[in-house]
């Protein structure tokens, strides 16, 4: 059982920079995966950043060069560096982690944070 927490979100300014961090508690040994997603009104959630352990991060086109993921060493711990914020990068922001370690004896799983809203104004 794992529980994730999103902390970090509010309102900006075009041209900012936001952090945003997930913790996580319970049993975080059999996570392989975690990343974040966000999602605007009216629109498809969709991937903004995700990192797998021992392997490099991977980014959404729009804000590759601006945002940078960061998972710590026990996975307790994600964070999103967000520089250059647009108003296009409004949207609820939800952290994830995936459990898919089979060869440790784990359950798939993947668990969701609540969600923090990011408002970024022109």
């Known amino acids: 059982q794992v529980q994730l927490v999103e902390l970090g979100g509010g309102l900006v300014q075009a041209g900012d920079s936001l952090k945003l961090s997930c913790v996580a508690s319970?049993?975080?040994?059999?996570?392989?995966?975690m990343g974040w997603y966000r999602q605007a009104p009216g629109k498809q959630r969709e991937l903004v950043a995700h990192?797998?352990?021992?392997?490099?991060?991977t980014y959404a086109d729009s804000v590759k060069g601006r945002f940078t993921i960061s998972m710590d060493n026990n996975k307790k711990m994600v964070d999103l560096q967000m520089n250059a914020l647009k108003p296009d990068d409004t949207a609820v922001y939800y952290c994830?982690?995936?459990?898919?370690?089979?060869?440790?004896?784990?359950?798939?799983?993947?668990?969701w944070g609540q969600g923090t809203q990011v408002t970024v104004s022109s």
């Open positions: 319970g049993d975080t040994v059999c996570i392989s995966a």
């Open positions: 994830e982690a995936e459990e898919r370690a089979a060869e440790l004896g784990c359950d798939d799983a993947d668990y």
């Open positions: 990192v797998r352990n021992g392997r490099s991060a």
